[in-house]
């Protein structure tokens, strides 16, 4: 999934949420969502942004969170061999292991052996990745012009790239990566203009890996104004992405301190962590409990995993919702978490969902206060707000938006945005739109891969709640909690219906058992990286 970041924002407050005054940020439109977008980004308000989000973290807040040390989660996953590599996001991979903890709560300070997942941030310095087939040219370009260092992620393999890379030096490294692209030895700035895109670049183009074009990644300044300049020239068929070390470490800092300091069942728990400085480079490491069952978005887009029964979506659903109504509304200061999506939706070995990943998690306005007005857009194409993505003006709705979206993902098994479909499908929201409104067409969007099995009336009510959750005006959509009793409701009434009704086995047996027929099928070593 590409995700974007659009910088220059004002600063100021609304606490009435009147009609927002017109930013630069405003140009960008919700169609263009699914490509990367920046306007032209100043790196003091960038810094501006991040010294924002450090207030919450100046306030001590107590954690009990382990320290790791790097040797320590090397044994752990088995020197992060790829055998214990359970995913991939875009600030890095994530592994298996087994790591010791002490039983202290229990008196004896004996040990016991604990499943984690270890996610380690990517290491070197820029980073740059291509989400979507962009033209060579422009991709060298931007290559150029933001004289990228480190990894450039191409096919499966990073690639090394020196510092102050040139064109030349780039376009040499091509070919030996990409086995299609022709080599030429012309001058650098004529190298854009020769070459075959149908030849070389096509053959960059067609290793791309879904993992990658489903990441998240940021546009890091100076370098956002180039994309952008790219998207005003109207030729953008992609994007390229650039982060920073400093933009990862951000989102490390922010994760460790907001998940070592909320608590819930919903809430993936954050063990511990690492953070390291040697000759290798930065070492930052989060070691999670481990979820057995990992995504929603594995479940539901995967065809080899075997899919979810109606019940158990409104299951996940609903714990989702308890999720983010702790972080919205339980606390003594609000949370939120501004990149809800299904990778994001973890589940446990009982198919309980936990959110995961705060690194993009801001503390919510002061009291008084209508909304933030951050000065980076930031989160996953497809998820976020429209009112957030055109004025940068952040409230807890945002997130509540984001649930509808992930609630239409729950009713029809389609992404977000599924760049493989037919122009007029590729953005779900478009895609459902006319089916919904009309009760004889609704059954066409339902997953097929529930084959059926699944209360009609039920999916419809889920849809309501999800076009409740897209409300145009903010304000209007509910709260979180209010969806967690909706919820609740529906699966109440979706539960008797199936008493009454017991034609569909699956969902009358109960979770448990469901939930050990999914596990049964859910083999670990069968489990492939996407
Ligand atoms: N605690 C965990 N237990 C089991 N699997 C996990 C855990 N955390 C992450 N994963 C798996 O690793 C994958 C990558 O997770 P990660 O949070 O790094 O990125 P992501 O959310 O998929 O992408 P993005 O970079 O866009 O946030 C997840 O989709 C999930 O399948």
Redesign the pocket.
């Known amino acids: 999934?590409d995700?974007f970041k659009i910088a220059t924002l004002d600063e100021d407050y609304d606490e009435d949420g009147a009609v927002p005054r017109p930013t630069a940020a405003s140009k960008v439109s919700w169609v263009s969502r699914s490509l990367s977008v920046a306007s032209s980004s100043r790196r003091s308000e960038s810094a501006r942004d991040f010294t924002d989000s450090l207030e919450f973290f100046t306030q001590p807040r107590a954690n009990n969170l382990r320290v790791f040390t790097f040797g320590e989660l090397k044994a752990a996953t088995r020197g992060f061999s790829r055998g214990m590599m359970?995913?991939?996001?875009?600030?890095?991979c994530?592994y298996r292991g087994v790591v010791r903890v002490s039983d202290v709560d229990d008196g004896n300070c004996s040990g016991s052996n604990m499943d984690v997942?270890v996610?380690q941030l990517n290491r070197n310095g820029f980073q740059a990745r291509l989400l979507f087939p962009v033209p060579l040219s422009m991709y060298i370009c931007v290559c150029e012009l933001c004289s990228v260092t480190g990894f450039l992620g191409i096919m499966e393999h990073d690639m090394m790239i020196p510092s102050f890379l040139s064109l030349f030096q780039l376009v040499s490294a091509l070919p030996r990566q990409t086995g299609g692209l022709k080599k030429t030895r012309s001058h650098p700035s004529s190298l854009a203009r020769t070459i075959d895109l149908k030849d070389g670049a096509g053959g960059v183009m067609g290793f791309l890996s879904r993992r990658m074009m489903?990441?998240?990644y940021y546009i890091f300044e100076p370098q956002s104004f180039l994309v952008s300049k790219f998207l005003l020239q109207g030729q953008l068929m992609g994007s390229v992405i650039l982060h920073s070390s400093i933009q990862g470490h951000k989102e490390w800092i922010n994760e460790v301190n907001f998940l070592g300091v909320v608590k819930h069942p919903n809430l993936?728990k954050l063990v511990g962590y690492c953070a390291e400085d040697d000759e290798r480079g930065i070492q930052r490491l989060l070691v999670?409990?481990?979820?057995?069952n990992?995504?929603l978005?594995?479940h539901l887009f995967i065809r080899e995993v075997s899919p979810l029964s109606w019940m158990a979506r409104l299951r996940i659903a609903q714990d989702a919702a308890r999720g983010l109504a702790h972080l919205h509304e339980e606390k003594d200061f609000q949370i939120i978490f501004r990149?809800l999506?299904t990778?994001?939706i973890?589940l446990d070995e009982n198919f309980n969902a936990k959110l995961?990943?705060f690194?993009l998690a801001r503390q919510g306005p002061a009291a008084g206060l209508s909304h933030i007005s951050t000065t980076s857009v930031v989160g996953?194409a497809g998820y976020a707000a429209p009112e957030y993505i055109q004025t940068g003006r952040l409230t807890a709705k945002s997130d509540v938006w984001s649930f509808g979206v992930v609630l239409y993902e729950l009713i029809t098994g389609r992404r977000a945005v599924e760049k493989n479909m037919p122009r007029n499908e590729q953005k779900l929201l478009d895609w459902v739109r006319p089916y919904v409104s009309d009760s004889r067409k609704f059954h066409l969007i339902v997953d097929p891969r529930l084959e059926g099995q699944y209360c009609i009336k039920s999916a419809q009510k889920l849809a309501s709640l999800a076009n409740k959750c897209l409300a145009k005006n903010a304000k209007s959509r509910p709260k979180m909690s209010e969806l967690v009793e909706m919820l609740g409701k529906i699966i109440s009434e979706t539960s008797s219906e199936n008493d009454s009704a017991p034609q569909h086995p699956k969902e009358t047996q109960g979770k448990k058992e469901e939930t050990e027929k999914s596990i049964r099928k859910f083999n670990w070593k069968n489990w492939t990286l996407r």
């Open positions: 999934m995700c359970i995913g991939e996001g875009g600030f890095g994530v997942a996610k489903n990441s998240f993936v999670y409990e481990l979820m057995h990992k995504s978005e594995d990149d999506k990778s994001n973890l995961s990943d690194g996953t």
